[in-house]
């Protein structure tokens, strides 16, 4: 299971932190993703971290002021500066062994948290 949190209501310009906790160990192969969906958008990918190797890779629109990071054991953050109104959205980590964009391959899903960036 995954557990978000750290969403809220900030100004724009301002930051917030989002975790991801997993129920016990995070294993070498996974690889943990941040996505995000709008009222009325489809989800869309934020951010993805290989467990194993710490890479990761970002969406166009957030690259530069989001920084998705892990712990040693079973934590990912993402660190969201510069928030924007359209930063809006429900927030989700999810959990793959795939390196992908695509929701569908992920199969462990948080149960999201609100993030309101207000302008």
């Known amino acids: 299971q995954l557990q978000a949190s750290g969403g809220g209501l900030v100004q724009a310009g301002g930051s917030l932190r989002l975790s991801c906790a997993a129920s016990?160990?995070?294993?070498?192969?996974?690889?943990m993703a941040w996505f995000r969906q709008a009222p009325g958008k489809e989800r869309e990918f934020v951010a993805l971290i290989r467990w194993s190797t710490g890479r990761s890779s970002y969406a166009g629109s957030v690259k530069g002021r989001f920084t998705i990071s892990k712990d040693s054991y079973s934590t990912v953050t993402l660190q969201m500066n510069s928030l924007k109104s359209e930063d809006t959205a429900v927030y989700y980590c999810?959990?793959?062994?795939?390196?992908?964009?695509?929701?569908?391959?992920?199969?462990?899903w948080g149960q999201g948290t609100q993030v309101t960036v207000s302008s």
């Open positions: 016990g160990r995070i294993y070498s192969s996974a690889v």
């Open positions: 999810a959990r793959s062994t795939q390196w992908s964009e695509i929701p569908s391959e992920y199969a462990s």
